[in-house]
């Protein structure tokens, strides 16, 4: 049987080890919520297009005017930081790898 843990590090058997082993998996945690809440957000959002309606014109609306403060502004905000938190751990996790920051 395969075992999956042993994936993720070379098997040691010391206090590194288990630290690389609990940060590693904490930040694939956190990577996968991450881009899963940005995943959703990005579904949850309108197109940016409005299909045939963009060659008549463009109308004048209460949520035009005010996109700023409106839902469809904070989840796109919220997209941008859930996208940047995954970068940033993802970089994190890349430089866990290295075996010289281990020995």
């Not at 993720?8 to 956190?30: D, E």
């Not at 919220?78 to 010289?100: E, G």
Request: hydrophobic share 55%; proline share 2%.
């Amino acid at each position: 049987m395969l075992n999956l843990t042993a994936l993720l590090a070379p098997a040691h058997n010391n206090a590194y080890y288990n630290l690389y082993f609990g940060l590693s998996l904490t930040l694939i945690i956190l990577m996968f919520v991450s881009a899963l809440t940005a995943i959703i957000l990005v579904l949850m959002q309108p197109s940016n297009s409005s299909g045939i309606d963009a060659l008549g014109g463009s109308s004048e609306t209460f949520f035009g005017k005010n996109k700023g403060k409106s839902i469809e502004a904070k989840m796109k905000k919220w997209t941008w930081i859930c996208l940047a938190i995954l970068v940033v751990l993802s970089v994190i996790f890349f430089i866990l790898q290295k075996d010289s920051i281990w020995v």
